[in-house]
């Protein structure tokens, strides 16, 4: 319905799925920097539609990548949006596979477990 004098007021516009997918992803980014103190602060993460791969590729495609720091740069942790979104059904699903995904990227650009780096798992 397109917003109008006799539309009951405003209208709540919808969010893309880019938009909503972002906005995930900087949750999870937020919930790992807090439990992760200090640790990737230095640590530059985006989102991509699909990685670039070269024509010849057979193997399952990536979710994620990471790029370790160098003398120019900060690391990278860059994660793809269609690729995760053919694979789950629903805002929680996906939520659950970004967290998954990113903790998966930082433990091995930090050299940790993941467990370690899980904030949904706590020391007993």
Same mark, same amino acid.
């Given at each position: 319905?397109?917003?109008?004098?006799?539309?009951?007021? #405003?209208?709540? /516009?919808? %969010?893309?799925?880019?938009?909503?997918?972002?906005? $995930?992803?900087?949750?999870?980014?937020? @919930?790992? =920097?807090?439990?992760?103190?200090?640790?990737?602060?230095?640590?530059?993460?985006?989102?991509?539609?699909?990685?670039?791969?070269?024509?010849?590729?057979?193997?399952?495609?990536?979710?994620?990548?990471?790029? #370790?720091?160098? /003398?120019? %740069?900060?690391?990278?942790?860059?994660?793809?949006? $269609?690729?995760?979104?053919?694979?789950? @059904?629903? =805002?929680?699903?996906?939520?659950?596979?970004?967290?998954?995904?990113?903790?998966?990227?930082?433990?091995?650009?930090?050299?940790?477990?993941?467990?370690?780096?899980?904030?949904?798992?706590?020391?007993?």
């Amino acid at each position: 319905m397109l917003p109008g004098p006799l539309s009951g007021g #405003r209208q709540a /516009r919808r %969010r893309s799925p880019a938009a909503a997918f972002d906005t $995930l992803v900087g949750a999870a980014v937020d @919930r790992l =920097r807090a439990h992760l103190p200090g640790e990737i602060d230095h640590v530059q993460f985006g989102v991509e539609e699909t990685p670039l791969l070269p024509d010849d590729w057979t193997g399952e495609v990536p979710l994620a990548t990471h790029v #370790r720091a160098d /003398r120019v %740069r900060d690391a990278r942790v860059v994660v793809y949006r $269609l690729p995760m979104s053919q694979r789950v @059904r629903g =805002r929680a699903d996906t939520a659950g596979l970004v967290l998954d995904v990113l903790v998966e990227e930082i433990a091995e650009l930090l050299g940790h477990d993941p467990d370690d780096v899980d904030p949904r798992l706590r020391p007993a």
